[in-house]
């Protein structure tokens, strides 16, 4: 009975990686976040697997409290600036390569604002005088890449 017991956990675990790595390589999914820094000037880089061709919505929101989809928690920001960026037709996010680290010295905050139903926004809280200075989208080798610049 315990055999069968691991050899049921195994298949799971098995097909629960499966199942993820198939989603995480489907044409949309969002596979990493991250910022860097060059100098004066910071980058949030948002990579999907190609073919992608969007660049996400990007609003600025004087609103600090959040509330969190699906999980309706309010999150307060923290920062002077606030700038919401919007990814529809985006099925699947493999959450376990966001690298955003904060606070930096223009980027105070970053939070997922919601995630499901096709659509994934985040929302970053930006220091007193910053500001997005360039949002592009390119293809590189397999991925789509959507870079802000902040300065």
């Not at 992608?52 to 309010?74: A, R, V």
């Amino acid at each position: 009975m315990r055999n069968l017991k691991l050899l049921f956990t195994i298949i799971i675990f098995l097909t629960t990686k499966s199942a993820t790595s198939q989603i995480c390589s489907q044409p949309g999914a969002l596979v990493s976040v991250r910022n860097s820094y060059r100098s004066h000037v910071e980058y949030i880089v948002f990579t999907f697997v190609d073919p992608y061709n969007y660049k996400g919505d990007l609003t600025t929101t004087t609103t600090t409290s959040f509330s969190q989809i699906p999980l309706f928690n309010i999150t307060k920001l923290k920062g002077n600036h606030f700038y919401k960026i919007t990814f529809t037709n985006t099925f699947a996010l493999c959450d376990t390569k966001n690298y955003v680290i904060v606070p930096q010295k223009k980027i105070f905050d970053f939070e997922s604002l919601q995630v499901g139903q096709g659509i994934i926004s985040y929302v970053i809280g930006l220091a007193k005088g910053a500001k997005i200075t360039s949002h592009t989208a390119y293809n590189y080798h397999s991925f789509h890449i959507v870079k802000l610049r902040i300065e």
